[in-house]
């Protein structure tokens, strides 16, 4: 029986209660699959800072170093300490800095909205179509989030000038895009590039590069659109989307507000890939939310996006494609049956029943 290694490192927030769930769920799903999980436990985040003294600790590091996959939780508490330097908190210190270490540089943040969640989605009924199912590939590693410089200088008499700075080469775009595209193939063959093409260099740059790549998958249609008109459709005609290929803060942008219209940020996952799609590789799996510290320690978070995660992980790092989906049915069937959370809970729907983060998981590992 083959033997995969997963460090597991929960974080803040909710990152806790939702990473119980996800591993309730999988060793469900192992017990049924006959493979064996060896999941490992460490801290990240404030819970890193607070255990050993920084957001990714050393250990941490070395157990990621020598596991097949991570799966991690969620860091972050921007109430917590502003006296900590920019550079150790935990968002960049820990989540960006190991999709850096990694080479993460293919996000995938798969959005659908399940028929039977119509009322959680905020667009009138119309809207929705036949249902809403995007796939949202965001370049990680480059982009404004790490450009060089970076940084804010005293101008004196209280003013500072900060600076981000957006950069992309052509190999960068072009790795992205052939994730993007042969995403699209395997979906329904359609592309829709996001850029600032109309104002920004790297606009130009992504859009030509883009365009070349495309060439080399001649059954997907390729379409480019400026990324406010992007937000604007995806409230207008969300349908229309199949893949939707950003940069890295576009992407973040545009993936928040897709996940909004699936129903629930509690609901979206995401895998981060550092080769390209299709081939079994090393990744970085989370849900696409935040910390939610407002509903933390309280049993209420949505433990879906987790578990979701996790199934993109036995996929894509372990090619346990039947497994995967065991786990996507079986969430599917526990929204089938009447299971929500709070976040996609609505008293005039019949037959629904709200339940805790604690519940919705077992009803999952229930039906794996
Ligand atoms: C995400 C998050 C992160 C990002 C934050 C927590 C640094 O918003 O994964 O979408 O901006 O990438
Ligand atoms: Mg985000």
């Known amino acids: 029986m083959k033997t995969y290694n997963i460090a597991a490192l929960a974080g803040d927030g909710i990152g ?15 017990s049924k699959f006959k493979f064996k999980l060896a999941i490992t436990e460490a801290p990240v985040g404030w819970a890193g800072i607070d255990a050993a003294g920084k ?7 070395a157990l990621c170093k020598k596991s097949d996959a991570i799966l991690f939780g969620s860091v972050g508490l921007p109430e917590r300490d502003p006296t900590i330097p920019k550079e150790e908190r935990p968002e960049r210190a820990a989540l960006l800095r ?3 270490e990694f080479g993460l540089f293919a996000n995938l943040r798969p959005v659908k909205l399940p028929k039977v969640l119509a009322h959680a989605c905020p667009l009138a009924k119309e809207r929705q179509g036949d249902g809403i199912d995007i796939l949202v590939v965001r370049e990680l590693t480059g982009g404004m989030y790490f450009g060089q410089p970076k940084k804010t200088e005293d101008l004196g008499g209280g003013n500072f000038r900060a600076t981000d700075t957006m950069v992309y080469t052509t190999p960068e775009i072009e790795r992205i895009a052939h994730v993007g595209f042969k995403a699209a193939e395997l979906r329904r063959k359609k592309l829709t590039s996001i850029d600032k093409a109309n104002v920004l260099e790297n606009g130009i740059l992504w859009r030509e590069v883009v365009t070349r790549v ?56 995401s895998a981060s890939l550092g080769t390209t799609s299709g081939e079994i590789t090393f990744g970085l799996y989370e849900p696409a939310g935040g910390t939610a510290p407002d509903i933390a320690g309280k049993n209420l ?29 079986a969430v ?27 519940e919705m998981g077992d009803a999952i590992a229930a039906v794996v």
């Open 332 to 358: 599917q069937r526990a929204i089938e049956s009447g299971h929500r959370t709070g976040d996609i809970f609505s008293a005039s729907e019949s037959g629904a029943r709200k339940v805790g983060t604690r």
């Open 214 to 269: 495309g060439k080399n998958y001649p059954g997907v249609t390729l379409e480019h659109m400026f990324v406010d008109n992007g937000a604007m459709q995806l409230m207008l005609k969300p349908t229309q989307f199949d893949v939707m290929l950003c940069e890295n803060m576009f992407g973040d942008i545009l993936s928040d507000e897709a996940a909004a219209i699936g129903g629930s940020l509690g609901m979206l996952p």
């Open 301 to 329: 978070a949505n433990p879906i996006a987790q578990i979701l995660s996790s199934a993109l992980m036995l996929r894509h790092s372990f090619g346990l494609n039947e497994a995967a989906a065991a786990i996507e049915s």
């Open 16 to 30: 806790n209660e939702v990473m119980r769930e996800a591993i309730k769920v999988l060793r469900a799903t192992e």
């Open 98 to 100: 190991l999709r850096k």
């Open 55 to 61: 957001a990714l600790p050393d250990v941490t590091l």
